[in-house]
């Protein structure tokens, strides 16, 4: 918990002299929903940098991710122990009546209210701006911004299987499994959580093939349609 409260300490002092300094003034948001090995978290990582460069010899409010670590940022805002990490997961089963009844007997939160503590801490990291969001349907809840961008990433099967292959040196087997999986898992926690599709193209502003475009390429696209906001 310490190394995300010192990694971040820049973005969220920058944005404390946001709210003093100018306010009423509404800073953009990028959500990136994906295909599992479409390269969301590297793309969304080079658009951040991209961004900051932009704005590197001016009082800048720094570009920030969350991915992975939206997890510990939500233990932080609910103050939740952090053995409950593992439960705050991007999925979600029709019924989940151990979760509830554990819930009740005070050993960990259900998924509902996880689910509700994440959307809470996403919308407020939203009003602050300069943030980008890898899945957890942000793109949903963020819906009302009128400052948003909604990307999703695409790419072939076979090209995606490959990528999660490489990146965790897994045989393809079980990296086709691996898709499969997470897939689904995100399937099932947009439509349940937020009663929308993940595939559905309406919600997005721009799609990009990772299999045709380069993760540079998927990188500069999404910036340059972010500094086009209005």
């Keep these: 918990m310490n190394n995300l409260l010192g990694a971040y300490k820049g973005y969220f002092e920058a944005h404390t002299r946001l709210a003093t300094e100018e306010a009423g003034q509404v800073l953009p948001v990028l959500t990136i929903s994906r295909e ?11 658009v951040a940098q991209r961004l900051n460069q932009r704005h590197k010899d001016k ?13 510990e940022k939500v233990l932080e805002d609910h103050a939740i122990p952090a053995t409950v990490k593992a439960f705050v997961r991007e999925d979600a089963h029709l019924f989940n009546l151990t979760g509830v009844v554990e819930e009740l007997l005070e050993l960990h939160p259900s998924d509902w209210t996880l689910v509700q503590h994440t959307t809470d801490t996403i919308s407020r990291l939203a009003r602050l701006g300069n943030v980008i969001f890898v ?12 400052a948003a961008l909604h990307v999703r990433l695409v790419a072939p ?6 990528h999660i292959a490489s990146y965790y040196q897994l045989t393809e087997e079980a990296a086709a499994a691996y898709v499969d999986e997470h897939d689904s898992a ?3 926690y947009v439509k349940r ?3 929308a599709s993940i595939d559905d ?3 997005y502003h721009l799609t990009i093939n990772t299999g045709q475009v380069s993760f540079e390429d998927a990188a500069r696209l999404i910036a ?6 209005k």
């Design 224 to 229: 340059d349609a972010v500094a086009a906001l």
């Design 157 to 162: 099967l076979e090209t995606r299987i490959r």
């Design 59 to 71: 009082d800048h409010y720094p570009w920030t991710v969350f991915d992975q670590n939206l997890v």
């Design 201 to 203: 193209p309406l919600q």
């Design 36 to 46: 599992t090995g479409a390269g969301a978290i590297t793309i969304a990582g080079l």
């Design 186 to 188: 995100r399937r099932r």
């Design 193 to 195: 959580n937020f009663h």
């Design 135 to 146: 899945g957890r349907g942000a793109n949903v809840i963020t819906a009302g911004f009128k």
